[in-house]
């Protein structure tokens, strides 16, 4: 009932938004109000969180700086809106945001009844579970949680792979539900449940936020698959493309050996892909069919470098998260990130 609920409400919304834009896009739309308007989460380090000055930064937030790169030149032009888990898809469905870039799950309900494009994975995750290892002493399994009280995020895909994992497993558990991400880390951190579970990446940045963070530890235990990525609405083609193929290019990028650093100077090079990627051929359109102009991947890559350069700032060795690439490792260096070619 609560699903067909949240699915009446969304569609109403994504209905009052198409009738009120039906006759502008939302890159238009983007262009004329000078920035993109980007859904990120409440806080959530390694990829979306204020900085000391209160500039947000993260994983995520670098998607958010490089679509407006691509669109104004400028990885500045965005304002940000800080969603939690249950409010993220109405602000989106209802126009209040233009994107949302938020570690959210991509799953054939969102992909359909909720009316969401997923623009591509930007981040290959599976569901894991974090306990404080004082209080479970001896627990180094989740097949060893039986009977445990787990503090869990309402609104997630997170909920109905706990009780799938419990129930497959013949184990008992006891939920803790909360809506925010702050509430249920802070009722694990004090001890009102055993155990918290989350995206794996999620817990290693949620871990160093709390208390004494050397008494927690990750099990071992991936229960689900949890594609994460950059969502729009459906009915605009155009704008879809743009945030996909920005995706596509920071990927791309750094299969060719483009970076911040050398972007300019890779400008001049005699390599056909390498020329068209970076909107040097002759006559070239790519960026004109996105709405944008031909140095589009130029001004992403300067505002955010590539995608290897953004994971490793925001979440893996140049981070305090530290968190090894794995799956998100290029497709030719063992892992299964992969873009298909601009040409």
């Known amino acids: ?22 006759n502008a896009s939302t890159l238009d739309e983007v262009k004329k109000k000078g920035f993109v308007q980007c859904g990120v989460n409440t806080g959530l380090a390694g990829f979306a969180s204020p900085d000391s000055k209160g500039n947000w930064v993260g994983f995520d937030v670098d998607i958010c700086r490089a679509v407006a790169a691509a669109i104004f030149g400028d990885g500045s032009k965005v304002k940000y809106t800080p969603t939690t888990a249950k409010e993220r898809f109405t602000a989106l469905q209802s126009g209040e945001i233009d994107l949302l870039s938020r570690n959210t799950t991509w799953t054939e309900t969102r992909d359909t009844e909720l009316g969401f494009n997923f623009a591509g994975v930007n981040y290959y995750d599976g569901q894991g579970f974090m306990i404080n290892a004082k209080k479970l002493s001896g627990v180094t399994s989740a097949l060893q949680l039986s009977g445990a009280s787990v503090c869990v995020q309402t609104g997630t895909t997170t909920e109905l792979n706990l009780a799938d994992y419990f129930k497959a497993n013949h184990m008992e558990y006891h939920p803790v539900v909360f809506e925010k991400l702050e509430e249920t880390l802070a009722a694990y951190d004090s001890g009102r449940c055993d155990v918290y579970t989350t995206d794996q990446s999620g817990l290693y940045a949620s871990r160093l936020t709390l208390k004494n963070p050397d008494d927690h530890v990750v099990l071992p235990e991936i229960i689900s698959k949890e594609p994460l990525g950059p969502v729009v609405r459906q009915g605009d083609d155009q704008w879809f493309d743009l945030v996909k193929w920005t995706l596509n290019a920071m990927i791309i990028a750094e299969e060719d050996g483009i970076t911040q650093a050398n972007v300019e100077e890779m400008k001049k090079s005699d390599k056909p892909e390498i020329r068209r990627v970076l909107g040097q051929e002759q006559g070239s359109k790519y960026g004109a069919d996105l709405g944008v102009g031909e140095d589009w991947v130029v001004n992403i890559v300067k505002a955010v470098g590539n995608y290897g350069e953004s994971f490793e700032r925001n979440l893996g060795q140049g981070s305090p998260l530290k968190i090894k690439r794995g799956l998100n490792q290029l497709w030719n260096k063992g892992g299964i990130l992969y873009a298909p070619p601009i040409r």
């Open 1 to 22: 009932m609560r699903k067909a609920i949240l699915t009446g409400v969304l569609s109403a919304a994504a209905l009052a938004y198409m009738a009120a834009s039906a």
